[in-house]
């Protein structure tokens, strides 16, 4: 549970870096962030907010009229211990930075990271998921026989799965060494006829 409160938390101060939120905005920014395997409910999200309010990484600013109920919503703001706390939290390189739990919400955050550390991120994201994959096609291939059918085809769907996001952080890595800023592919702007 701590690991996933310091997920919530890295999310939140991400989010106020960009601009003070209320917590009913949080949190639907919080679960476009984390999808839709990871929905984040009010009881998780409140104590978290609490617990960073007490130790001073953000701050109540201000409160704003619910439309529906009139019950005022709390506006949070990062505080300047919270800025540094994101930015400790974001330059962070090691285990904890490419597990499932840390990796998407600091990707979704890499602008703001230094190229490197995005490097030793994205290689350790891709050695953690190639050295994943050996094994499951290591136990796949020995128990091929011993599965039925569905339980083979979800294997292989694993399989496949994992073996797209190598390809996807591979090419991520070969963009970054290329200097290219962006992640993903460059399109051409559409011109109105």
């Not at 998780?44 to 130790?55: E, F, G, H, Q, V």
């Not at 109920?69 to 930075?97: N, Q």
């Not at 996807?168 to 460059?186: F, N």
């Amino acid at each position: 549970m701590a690991r996933r409160g310091e997920t919530i938390e890295l999310a939140v101060l991400g989010l106020l870096h960009e601009g003070p939120m209320h917590g009913y905005e949080l949190r639907k920014r919080l679960n476009l962030m984390l999808g839709w395997s990871r929905v984040l409910s009010y009881g998780s999200l409140y104590p978290a907010l609490k617990k960073m309010l007490r130790s001073s990484l953000i701050e109540e600013v201000d409160t704003v009229p619910a439309p529906v109920t009139r019950r005022p919503r709390i506006v949070y703001r990062v505080t300047e211990a919270g800025h540094a706390e994101f930015e400790r939290l974001m330059s962070e390189v090691g285990p904890a930075a490419w597990e499932d739990d840390n990796f998407d919400i600091r990707f979704a955050f890499f602008s703001s990271t230094d190229m490197e550390i995005r490097l030793r991120v994205l290689e350790g994201r891709r050695t953690r998921l190639q050295e994943r994959l050996e094994r499951v096609q290591t136990d796949l291939a020995r128990t091929q026989k011993e599965v039925d059918r569905y339980a083979a085809e979800l294997q292989r769907h694993g399989v496949e799965s994992v073996e797209r996001e190598v390809r996807w952080l591979s090419d991520l890595i070969k963009a970054e060494r290329d200097g290219h800023s962006k992640a993903g592919p460059v399109t051409e702007p559409v011109t109105p006829d």
